[in-house]
């Protein structure tokens, strides 16, 4: 039975059925599905935990339950990613934003000139891309080299950011790219093939497969990124590259002289210990 006296007691219930399978965030993720089954914002679910739950969200309510249980992460189950300002709407077939990627997001719309025009690889739902044509007046393209998820990037502009001046296109990193951009922004597959087995739920089985493994060192798409982006970016452009934190090679490595101000970037205000997952590196041939 998952229904307690009242909506606390509920939470209550469907939090201790979560920590038994060992899900760390198992009180918040009660309060979210709770909150979203019962259309309560989180905070009425605080304020109002005395009231008895709806007897007719009770079948939902078991319904979301038991697909937490299973480890299928909450943003899957409610459907939507909340990303910086915009919520991102999930399909099970394109990789699900991560939060810490908002890092990388707000390197970009600090090298982003007014007016300038960038390009994100392997965009998936748009959300970089997306984000910066929201918040900065430029131009931009996105692509994907997955049909589904250039589909997916295409409605997702058209009701987040109308009228802006990004397009999607689908090609294998810069296959089908053409011009020269002044910001060129990825976060590409990167973990990997030996790092199956430390994956969790949540990840392993349920982002797609493609945006997640790169080979067994997980830099190949980062290598071709590096080597490639040269020749589509303007003088003094910049790369912002997302990767793994269990790469045995160093990044920083795959930069020629002929780029300056390459750095690896951990989360703002991180302790020393934060693994860098990030580098940013501008072009700047003689």
């Avoid at 007691?9 to 469907?14: C, G, S, V």
């Avoid at 979210?32 to 709806?54: C, N, W, Y």
């Avoid at 939902?60 to 300002?85: N, Q």
């Avoid at 020269?180 to 739920?201: A, G, W």
């Amino acid at each position: 039975m998952l229904i307690g006296k009242n909506i606390n007691e509920t939470i209550k219930i469907a939090r201790d059925e979560f920590e038994m399978q060992g899900i760390d965030s198992a009180w918040l993720d009660a309060e979210l599905l709770l909150a979203d089954v019962i259309k309560f914002k989180r905070e009425e679910v605080l304020t109002r935990g005395h009231e008895s739950f709806p007897s007719k969200h009770e079948e939902k309510w078991a319904e979301v339950v038991s697909r937490r249980i299973k480890r299928e992460p909450v943003d899957r189950i409610l459907g939507k990613k909340r990303f910086r300002k915009l919520d991102f709407v999930l399909k099970p077939d394109v990789f699900s934003p991560r939060y810490e990627t908002e890092e990388v997001l707000s390197r970009a719309l600090e090298r982003i000139p007014t007016g300038g025009n960038f390009l994100d690889l392997c965009c998936g739902t748009g959300c970089i891309g997306i984000s910066i044509a929201n918040e900065r007046q430029c131009s931009g393209v996105l692509c994907d080299i997955d049909d589904y998820a250039v589909k997916h990037c295409e409605s997702e502009i058209k009701r987040l950011v109308p009228g802006s001046k990004i397009k999607v296109v689908k090609s294998n990193l810069f296959s089908n790219i053409e011009g020269k951009f002044d910001l060129i922004v990825s976060n590409p597959p990167y973990i990997s093939t030996n790092e199956i087995k430390n994956l969790p739920p949540e990840v392993l089985n349920f982002d797609p497969e493609k945006s997640l493994f790169c080979g067994e060192d997980g830099l190949s798409a980062c290598k071709k990124i590096v080597k490639e982006c040269p020749k589509y970016l303007h003088k003094g452009g910049w790369l912002i590259l997302e990767f793994g934190f269990f790469q045995k090679e160093d990044p920083v490595s795959l930069f020629s002289s002929e780029w300056i101000n390459v750095k690896k970037r951990k989360p703002w205000g991180a302790p020393r210990s934060e693994k860098e997952f990030y580098l940013e590196a501008q072009w700047s041939p003689s």
